[in-house]
């Protein structure tokens, strides 16, 4: 008796579940008819919260041109819920800066999309990264959002990156090496030196996988080597991330 009626309750359990998939079923075409007839107008009294909840589910399906005017009601709804998203809210340094609160909200932005990538000009220029401008790389580096480094090639194949803080380090070195060269050291700065030196700041090496290498010796041997590249990576320490609920 009980194994009859588990078997019972089990086929009945499964007969409903495949009238529901059939009412799914139905209820999704609905809904894409819906979505096809639903115009901007209509969601334009809606709350930026209801609005929201709403694109969320139905964006997918919405194509253009009419998402875009729905995406630009729910820019539109967002920043009157969040007077402060006009301007930069992910960095918010980007603030201080002297420029149209359109622009400051337009790299704040770009900057979000794109913390976990690397940044330079090809990048930029080919339409990998949009949003941020090749002149505005080294603004927002002085302002401590991006950080700096420099990658190293052998006829074109890329071998290592020394990140700025470290080039730094090779730089004070090979100034203290000039100094100690034409004229006297202090105490403090022979220590500083030698001690940099017994670090390894005495040159920097770049060797590619065949073995072939280049050392650089001086800041001049450094400034006119071609092979580099200056490339950029958004500070993450600098992010506010309470924004991305939002």
Known sequence: MIQIGTLNTLMNKLYKMEDLKKDIHNLDNEIRLLEEKLTPEEVENMSYEKFKWLWDRVKYRIELPQESKFEEILERKREENYPELK????????????????DKKRIDRALADNYRYFIDEERIMCGVITGIKVNELEMLHKIGILKKSVNFCIGGEYCCTYSENELKKYFRCWELYKK???????????????????????????????????????????????????????????????????
């Open 87 to 102: 301007r930069a809210v992910f960095f918010s340094d980007i603030n201080q800066l002297d420029i149209p609160d359109e």
């Open 180 to 246: 100690f060269s034409i004229s006297k050291l202090s105490t403090d700065e022979l220590k500083e030196w030698e001690d940099l030196d017994k670090n390894g700041y005495g040159s920097i090496w770049i060797e590619d996988e065949y073995e072939n290498y280049i050392e650089l010796l001086s800041k001049e041997d450094y400034d006119s080597y071609r092979e580099k590249e200056v490339i950029y990576q958004v500070n993450s320490e600098k992010m506010d991330t309470f924004w991305d609920k939002v």
